[in-house]
């Protein structure tokens, strides 16, 4: 039975939808990339190959149940399918656009660009900031952190260490770490992980800032 009920092979085409780019010439290179004939093609999508010939021609356009078919069999995604580029990343963050965000006593700066494998923060951990300090995180990736000012503690699984200005840590981040202020006035510090790689990638600067959450996991 055709899960995709387009029409009848024999009706006359229909005009090609405003809402969609035309897909056609896409459609054509993706399927003879993929070494399949029209026939095999329009098989795997449950299409008539009549339809997908169509389809290839810009005669009819696809519904998004046939897209998702066809991004499917030859390997790709809806919008590489439409064509569609996805914005450039600007690889400069200026220190204006770091807006400072608070969350548990701790002041966060995003120093990197969002939707990468790492994120980049700026962070300030003032002394005593409470159940902060005693919050013991787990969670798969790695982090690495430099200490701009102030003295900063990292406990990793038993061990404890003090760090001072110039000094750096880089770590595996299932080893239970925990980190603290050591010395009046606070600490600030430079801080990468590869969160965002992990399944704990909701708790990352900005999702959880918007909801209120906890806005990142040294």
Same mark, same amino acid.
């Given at each position: ?22 897909? #056609? ?14 026939? #095999? @093609? ?7 190959? @009549? ?128 980190? #603290? ?38």
């Amino acid at each position: 039975m055709n899960p995709f009920p387009e029409g009848d092979p024999a009706e006359p085409p229909a005009e090609p939808s405003a809402e969609l780019p035309t897909v #056609a010439p896409r459609l054509r290179d993706l399927r003879r990339g993929s070494g399949l004939t029209l026939e #095999a @093609a329009a098989h795997r999508v449950g299409l008539s190959p @009549a339809h997908l010939s169509r389809l290839e021609t810009g005669r009819r356009q696809p519904s998004l149940p046939v897209l998702l078919a066809l991004a499917r069999t030859y390997g790709t995604t809806v919008s590489d399918l439409l064509g569609e580029v996805p914005p450039s990343q600007d690889p400069i963050v200026r220190a204006d656009r770091m807006e400072a965000q608070e969350a548990g006593g701790w002041t966060y700066r995003r120093a990197g660009g969002s939707g990468r494998a790492m994120q980049a923060l700026r962070l300030h951990v003032p002394e005593g900031s409470g159940a902060q300090d005693e919050l013991v995180r787990v969670h798969a990736g790695e982090e690495w952190l430099y200490v701009i000012s102030g003295r900063l503690r990292l406990t990793l699984g038993d061990a404890v260490h003090v760090l001072g200005p110039g000094d750096a840590a880089h770590f595996d981040s299932l080893t239970p770490h925990r980190i #603290a202020a050591a010395s009046p006035g606070g600490t600030d510090l430079l801080f990468v992980h590869t969160l965002l790689q992990s399944g704990a990638a909701e708790l990352c600067l900005g999702d959880a800032a918007r909801r209120g959450g906890r806005p990142g996991t040294p």
